[in-house]
């Protein structure tokens, strides 16, 4: 599949098979966030690749009681570093984890961009420090659905050319 391919036809995962993903696979999705472009290359992230069926069901409640996190076969949570990269980290994390979603997807499997959450019971189910920010979470699995693309806004309201409302 190229990158085209991936970005077009990429879902929001939300029903998992309980199957374990291979370690070269996990490996090759976590270097793909890895290899991610950075402000000044600073790289101000850290990712909990969580498996551990209580720690995720305890992140599922985190993430507002989304309880089919859990069925996943792993929770990635994106955390930011703020002291290495106070104006920039949320969107260098944001840039790794899309990454890693893509190469996912590539790989075959599911995920879904997690913004709902209690960041103080993240930080505590995952032991995470407090002058490190989460940003995001992502269930990884193997995906049990196949939902279809869902509409998006027309491209007038979307792009301009040149200046802001200008049709494209």
């Avoid at 992502?138 to 049990?144: A, K, N, Q, T, W």
Wanted: net charge neutral; glycine share 6%; proline share 7%.
């Amino acid at each position: 599949m190229d990158t085209i391919q991936a970005i077009m036809s990429r879902r929001s995962i939300r029903r998992f098979r309980p199957e374990p993903i291979p370690d070269a696979d996990l490996r090759t999705i976590l270097e793909a966030g890895r290899q991610a472009p950075s402000a000044a290359n600073r790289q101000p992230w850290h990712f909990v690749a969580v498996s551990d069926p209580e720690a995720k069901r305890r992140l599922a409640q985190a993430c507002n009681g989304q309880m089919w996190l859990a069925d996943a076969a792993f929770i990635l949570v994106a955390c930011g570093l703020p002291q290495v990269s106070a104006k920039w980290y949320q969107v260098d994390v944001a840039i790794a984890m899309e990454n890693m979603v893509l190469a996912a997807h590539t790989l075959g499997y599911g995920t879904c961009w997690i913004g709902a959450f209690d960041a103080d019971a993240v930080r505590q189910v995952c032991g995470i420090p407090e002058d490190v920010q989460v940003v995001a979470c992502s269930p990884l699995g193997i995906s049990d659905s196949n939902p279809p693309a869902r509409a998006r806004k027309d491209w007038g309201q979307v792009f301009s050319r040149d200046t802001f409302g200008q049709a494209l």
